[in-house]
């Protein structure tokens, strides 16, 4: 069972939200989402997505064609107040209009393709940290997917690893990996053995 939790304060009302390493009071940024199910599902975890902003690479046009539930979740998420923007290229986000003036305490990149894309998405993404920030990256850990050597790219660009978490698909309900390219991009794939790497600054 995903790892949902309420924080009930003494009055009774429902002050905070988890699941996973995320709460309601952080302010989150996405990158490189596929079909949005992550997104989603973090936003109905928490009753909102007022705290979210969720960004593709592909323009809206492109994913409504990609994905068959890329508009449902949309929909979920503009429903929670979230903030979703297209066309975000995760190296060079920081200087994105609407993005460059803000502080993020979770930026997550999910399955990012490639290592030059890793290291651009750190580079930018430590620039937008708050002081209490971390920088996930989900990726396998499997053959040869560990010779990415994460660990060595942050510490390049002046990021310390935290923690490396085992990541498990159940623990996100509604979330469906992507394989985000080519005709196949509506198509899921084996995450197997797979971590999410934690960074915070040096
Ligand atoms: C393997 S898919 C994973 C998609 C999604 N994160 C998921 O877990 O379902 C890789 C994603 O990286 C995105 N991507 C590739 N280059 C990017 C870039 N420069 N900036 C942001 N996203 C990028 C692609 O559009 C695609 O959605």
Known sequence: MAGFVDGITDRGSV????????KSSHTILLVGEGD?????CLAKAFASAANMVATSLDSKELLLRKYSRVAANLEALGLLGGTVLHEVDATEMSQHCSLSYKEFDRMVFNFPLHQHLVRWFLREARKLMSDKGEIHITHK??????D?????????EG???????????????NYEN???????SDLTFPVGACVTFKFVKY
Do not use: Q, V
């Open 148 to 156: 990415w050597e994460i660990e060595e790219l942050a510490k390049k």
């Open 36 to 40: 949005f199910s992550f997104s989603a």
């Open 178 to 184: 992507k394989r985000g390219g080519g005709g196949n």
């Open 141 to 146: 850990i499997s053959y040869p997917y560990y």
């Open 159 to 173: 990021l310390l690893l935290n923690e490396k978490a085992e990541f498990n698909l159940w623990d996100y309900p």
């Open 15 to 22: 002050s905070e939200k988890t699941i996973m390493h995320y």
